[in-house]
Each structure stands twice: as C-alpha cells, then as structure tokens.
C-alpha cells in the first residue's frame, strides 16, 4: 500500500492528467450543484457586480471578468455578451476548453496577469490542495498520510511554516487544515490584478470557531462520501478565510460577508410575489414564484446562503451596491 501526505494525494486525485477528477468529462456539476448551478439569478447577480466595478473603474476601455475554477464555463459564458467589445472573460481551469462557449472567452491554466476588472473565485479554494495534521497522543501536531482506500496513519512533525500557520490560524482543535497553500493561491490571484474587484465564495469558517476534527470530505453523484483519493470522488475542506485575505496595502479594501448578504445587497430577492398576481396574471405569478424559490435557495442562511463571500477591492472604490455593508476594512499584515 502507498502512502502520501494528504496534499500530494489530493493534488493526484483532483488534477491528475490521468483520471484526476476535475479533468472528468461530466465535470463538477455531475456530482454536485453550486450556486451557478442553482439558478440563473446567481450569474446575473455576478453580471450586476461586473458592471458596478467597471462603473468604479471609470468605464475603462478593456474589462475583464476572471472565472477562476470556471468548472465547465457556466458562469464566464453566461456573461460573455456584458460590455460588448470591451469585455474579455476568462475561464481559469485545468481541464480542457468545454465546447460551446462563447468566442470572446479564453481558456487558460493561469489568472491572467495585468487584469483590470473582476475576478470571481466560486467553490474555487475549497478544492485548492492542503496538508492535514493531527495531533499525537502528546498533542504535538503530525502531517497525515493517506493511502489509495483513504485509510489514514500519523506521520512526520509539522514543519517550521506549517506550525507557525497553525499556531497563528488554527489554535485549537485535534484535526488541522493547513491553509498555507491556499492563502498563497489567493495572493497570487489577487496580485494578477492591476485593478479590480476580487471575491472568493466558499463554505469558510473564523479563527474562533475552527472545527475541531477538520471538514475534509468527499461528493460522489450528488451524495457526500467519505474522502478518498482515488479519483473517483471530490475532494473539498472549507476555507479559512480570514487567513486566506491579502494583507498589508493602503489600497486594498475588504470586507468579510456571507452569500446572503451580499446577494440582498445585488437584488436577489427570495420574497413572494403579491397573492393578488395569481388572478389577474397566472403564468406571470407562476414565473415569480419559481424565482423567488431559487432566490429563497442561494440566500438561505442554513444553505447556499450561509458561504463565505471574501471581497478584496484592489486600487478602485467599492462597488456601489456593496458599500453599504458594515465591516469593509484595510487590513494589516
């Protein structure tokens, strides 16, 4: 039997050329369903967001909208057509370039670099490869290995970056999701912009209420399974966001937030259309009621709603919509 720290192991089951599981054909969205999924609604909130940074941007004359961990392009080929002849949507994946998207999309492995405009991060981190640690009998904190059946057994001591991340962001707890190579991946997104709007949405959690065993788990057709790395099944632990955020620049503003607020704050409304509507227009109140179930659905708190939103405006104002909820910050490093 093979055994690997869990980071490799992950690297090999998600991205692998051969059988890694986000280079299937079906894609994510044949064994689960995010928020792009869920609803259209989902895209034209993101669409509304994309036209307020271009209004914050001063209308510049080329925009780009940054899918990163674009899936199969769903959300980057709903917008393609905003801002004709000034937008360029990219969709950031390994996978090979789904067919069918629209011609203005490019499809790359890489943020572009020298972007100005939005870049979009959805479901994107929790899938971004980490090591996971777990305390021994003396409660020092030792690297996991996994094997191919998912099988784990204690390695080797926690390195020296790795336990000053622990200390500093997971204090407590007898399981540890090392973030370190997410708080690097986001960095390197961020810093691609010249300027812009940047947002990662993710199921996350704070440094005070980390969970103690960890969340790593696995989805196979719809269903959560348990996390084996066999290429098989998505691999997915919830983000520590509040690590993951840029820090240290004057021009760089953020803003904590969860899906619900910040869908509200762009117009998507779960409330029910007037009862009086059914009388005089059946069909139209029929259309309102199936929107206001798939807004109910992306805001509701014990759900879709309840993700993470991390907001990092770079070297622009914030988007109008957004400036209204509490909490926007410069933080420090």
Do not use: K
């Not at 980057?76 to 090979?96: F, K, Q, S």
């Not at 691999?235 to 607020?261: F, I, S, Y």
Request: proline share 7%.
């Amino acid at each position: 039997m093979t055994w690997m720290r869990w980071r490799p192991a992950m690297e090999q089951a998600l991205y692998g050329v051969d059988g890694g599981f986000y280079r299937r054909p079906e894609g994510p969205a044949g064994h689960f369903r995010t928020s792009v999924h869920a609803s259209r609604q989902y895209a034209q909130a993101v669409g509304r967001l994309l036209l307020e940074v271009d209004e914050a941007l001063g209308h510049p004359a080329e925009i780009a909208l940054i899918d990163v961990g674009a899936g199969r392009g769903e959300l980057v080929g709903a917008l393609a057509g905003l801002l004709p002849g000034r937008l360029t949507g990219y969709g950031v994946e390994l996978a090979d370039r789904p067919p069918g998207l629209p011609a203005q999309v490019r499809w790359t492995a890489r943020v572009p670099a020298g972007s100005v405009g939005l870049l979009f991060a959805n479901e994107w981190l929790d899938n971004v490869p980490l090591e996971i640690a777990e305390a021994d009998d003396d409660g020092v904190l030792r690297y996991l290995e996994v094997a191919p059946d998912g099988a784990e057994r204690l390695g080797a001591v926690l390195e020296a970056e790795d336990a000053a991340w622990a200390a500093r962001w997971w204090p407590q707890g007898e399981r540890v999701e090392l973030g370190a190579p997410r708080d690097a991946a986001w960095a390197a997104a961020v810093g691609a912009l010249e300027r812009g709007l940047a947002v990662a949405v993710d199921y996350a959690h704070h440094r005070a209420e980390r969970p103690l065993f960890g969340t790593l788990t696995g989805f196979r057709e719809g269903r959560e399974v348990p996390p084996v790395p066999d290429g098989g099944c998505d691999l997915t632990a919830h983000v520590a966001l509040d690590a993951v955020a840029v820090r240290g620049g004057q021009d760089v503003h953020t803003l904590w937030t969860t899906q619900r607020e910040a869908l509200r704050a762009l117009g998507v409304d779960g409330a029910r259309p007037p009862l009086a509507q059914a009388s005089g227009d059946p069909a139209g109140y029929l259309r309102a009621l199936a929107a206001a179930g798939e807004a109910a659905e992306l805001t509701a708190s014990a759900g879709l709603g309840g993700f993470g939103w991390l907001l990092q405006a770079v070297r622009m104002p914030v988007p109008r919509s957004l400036a209204g909820l509490a909490g926007w910050q410069t933080l420090q490093a």
